[in-house]
């Protein structure tokens, strides 16, 4: 084991962005999996091009922008003091997070080929959900984060945290929009 992690450590040094990529990837991809054979109750057959959809959300967005997010905010808040960690874990939460969940239901609604309505309904009815669900998991564990893991292995940590998480994602990411609201926005209309 220690073999693997001098390894995954020596490419983290070369290549960090590809690795924070590769190891999203796997992230997204397992939970996604979890998630079809543990959590879905309507009995439907594995779905391959959902994992791949949310396995590729992990390689090109969640890895690359959690890289250049959680270094900025390193950058701008160095340290580990209890205020420092709690700006952290603020920022995160009441910035990145909705952000992050607006990419991740509009990176779905397009490789779905879904129109730009379905990803607003998707909003809608999702986004909030996916945001005060997130401060359960990741207001604990960023405090973690910031406080004690070290800023090149932020994201791997994530990650490890991010598989269970996943699981609440991938349900929420393919459970189909609430009729009520797609109602009402026709009334609006």
Same mark, same amino acid.
């Given at each position: 084991?220690?073999?693997?992690?001098?390894?995954?450590?020596?490419?983290?040094?070369?290549?960090?962005?590809?690795?924070?990529?590769?190891?999203?990837?796997?992230?997204?991809?397992?939970?996604?999996?979890?998630?079809?054979?543990?959590?879905?109750?309507?009995?439907?057959?594995?779905?391959?091009?959902?994992?791949?959809?949310?396995?590729?959300?992990?390689?090109?967005?969640?890895?690359?922008?959690?890289?250049?997010?959680?270094?900025?905010?390193?950058?701008?808040?160095?340290?580990?003091?209890?205020?420092?960690?709690? !700006?952290? $874990?603020?920022?995160?939460?009441?910035? %990145?997070? /909705?952000?992050?969940?607006?990419? +991740?239901?509009?990176?779905?609604? =397009?490789?779905?080929?879904?129109?730009?309505?379905?990803?607003?309904?998707?909003?809608?009815?999702?986004?909030? !959900?996916? $945001?005060?669900?997130?401060?359960?998991? %990741?207001? /604990?564990?960023?405090?973690?984060? +910031?406080?004690?893991?070290?800023? =090149?292995?932020?994201?791997?940590?994530?990650?490890?945290?991010?598989?269970?998480?996943?699981?609440?994602?991938?349900?929420?990411?393919?459970?189909?929009?609430?009729?009520?609201?797609?109602?009402?926005?026709?009334?609006?209309?």
């Amino acid at each position: 084991m220690s073999g693997i992690w001098s390894r995954y450590n020596k490419l983290l040094d070369a290549q960090p962005l590809l690795t924070k990529a590769l190891t999203s990837l796997t992230g997204f991809t397992l939970g996604d999996i979890l998630a079809q054979k543990f959590v879905n109750e309507d009995g439907a057959p594995y779905d391959i091009m959902r994992t791949i959809r949310l396995g590729s959300f992990g390689l090109l967005l969640h890895g690359t922008t959690g890289h250049y997010f959680y270094g900025f905010l390193d950058s701008k808040l160095p340290g580990t003091k209890p205020v420092t960690v709690a !700006t952290k $874990v603020a920022v995160d939460q009441f910035f %990145w997070n /909705p952000i992050f969940g607006c990419l +991740f239901f509009g990176y779905l609604n =397009a490789a779905e080929g879904k129109s730009f309505e379905d990803y607003k309904l998707k909003l809608k009815s999702d986004l909030q !959900t996916a $945001v005060m669900g997130s401060w359960a998991v %990741w207001v /604990p564990a960023h405090t973690i984060n +910031f406080a004690f893991v070290p800023p =090149a292995q932020r994201l791997l940590y994530i990650n490890s945290i991010q598989i269970g998480y996943n699981v609440f994602l991938s349900f929420l990411a393919n459970k189909k929009v609430d009729v009520e609201v797609e109602v009402e926005e026709k009334k609006v209309e």
